[in-house]
């Protein structure tokens, strides 16, 4: 079913360190992961997307871990900059269904 | 990138009233538009799915004679809400997607508030 979060998990890291945001999904069955960035009153921004064939997947400064066996994916952002606060969501889906669902989300804050 | 667009921006309005909201593919056809609506530090739930020319699909829960969903053209899908109350009041957000693919893209949003 779709995922409800009442309260936003808070990440809090210095500018310069390495962020590493989590996200855990329930169907087994999905099959393509995306991670969206979100700033306050704007609509989500696609970073990455990762299919269920790899485990890993680089861009640019960003890097998405999945690990199917326990149904896990992580965002991992290099070198966090203050522009890079703002709430994450992971969503999924799988093959046939070109809706989304989204996770709870995360709030990023970077302490300059 | 492909641009998708929302109007208005914010819209305030009078609880028992109707507000519609526009969302446009700027420069591809979305065969397939979502809405989504966000409360406050809440994840995006997905209240419809429209394909251009058939009626909308909704998701669980959602009442389809409230949210009045028009996809008329393939660059223009409309939500409305009907006789709106305070708890309508949310962010809703339409994201188009491009021929079968799962190329898609998210507009800006809209703040409704309903007073």
């Known amino acids: 079913g779709e995922s409800v979060g009442l309260h936003l998990p808070t990440l809090s890291v210095q500018e310069g360190d390495n962020s590493i945001i989590n996200c855990a999904y329930s169907?087994?069955?999905?099959?393509?992961f995306i991670w969206y960035k979100q700033e306050s009153g704007k609509g989500p921004q696609f970073i990455i997307d990762?299919?269920?064939?790899?485990d890993k997947r680089q861009g640019q400064r960003v890097t998405v871990l999945l690990n199917k066996t326990v149904k896990h994916l992580s965002l991992q952002i290099a070198a966090t900059q203050p522009g890079d606060s703002a709430v994450y969501f992971c969503?999924?889906?799988?093959?046939?269904?070109?809706?989304?669902?989204f996770g709870s989300g995360t709030r990023l804050q970077v302490q300059p | 990138g492909a641009v998708v667009s929302q109007h208005p921006s914010w819209v305030i309005c009078k609880s028992g009233t109707s507000v519609k909201i526009e969302c446009r593919s700027l420069d591809f056809q979305a065969t397939t538009m979502f809405w989504y609506r966000q409360f406050p530090k809440q994840s995006l739930m997905l209240m419809a799915t429209s394909n251009e020319g058939s009626k909308a699909t909704y998701e669980q829960g959602v009442e389809k004679d409230k949210f009045l969903i028009n996809h008329a053209s393939l660059t223009l899908s409309t939500l409305t809400v009907t006789s709106a109350h305070p708890e309508d009041s949310s962010f809703y957000i339409c994201r188009a997607a491009r021929g079968t693919s799962y190329e898609q893209y998210f507009g800006p949003g809209t703040r409704l508030t309903v007073t």
């Open positions: 990762i299919r269920s064939n790899m």
């Open positions: 969503a999924e889906t799988y093959t046939g269904r070109r809706a989304l669902t």
């Open positions: 169907n087994s069955a999905s099959d393509y």
